[in-house]
Nanobody, 126 residues
Framework: QVQLVESGGGLVQTGGSLRLACTAS????????MGWFRQAPGKEREFVAS??????????YLADSVKGRFTISRDNAKNALYLQMNGLKAEDTAVYYC?????????????????WGQGTQVTVSS
């Protein structure tokens, strides 16, 4: 049974930092596309960041709204995915979801991920 469990969310002031972690179990994730999405109240789930195995190296993608502030990384030995978030803004407030998948071609689309975590709340106060 594949499981993804996020942690690290919380309440932080504008300009602060948080590091989200996602621990995966149930299969080997080293070849999986893994990503972070977020969903704010009343809004659709949106892409934040992803890391994809090309067969030779990992390629990372970041949404334009978080470039220069967020960093995605993974530790395959621990089956873990991380999202370092710096310079947080009020508009980053959302539930953040970890996701993994092996199919699909667009790492920015939720449809390219088969498995999802339960989410962790990030709240940025001004």
């Amino acid at each position: 049974q594949v499981q993804l469990v996020e942690s690290g969310g919380g309440l932080v002031q504008t300009g602060g930092s948080l590091r989200l972690a996602c621990t995966a179990s149930g299969r080997t994730f080293s070849n999986d596309r893994m990503g972070w999405f977020r969903q704010a109240p009343g809004k659709e789930r949106e892409f934040v960041a992803s890391t994809t195995w090309s067969g030779a190296y990992y390629t990372g993608y970041l949404a334009d709204s978080v470039k220069g502030r967020f960093t995605i990384s993974r530790d395959n030995a621990k089956n873990a995915l991380y999202l370092q978030m710096n310079g947080l803004k009020a508009e980053d407030t959302a539930v953040y979801y970890c996701a993994s998948g092996r199919y699909g071609s667009d790492s920015r689309s939720p449809a390219s991920y088969e498995f999802w975590g339960q989410g962790t709340q990030v709240t940025v106060s001004s």
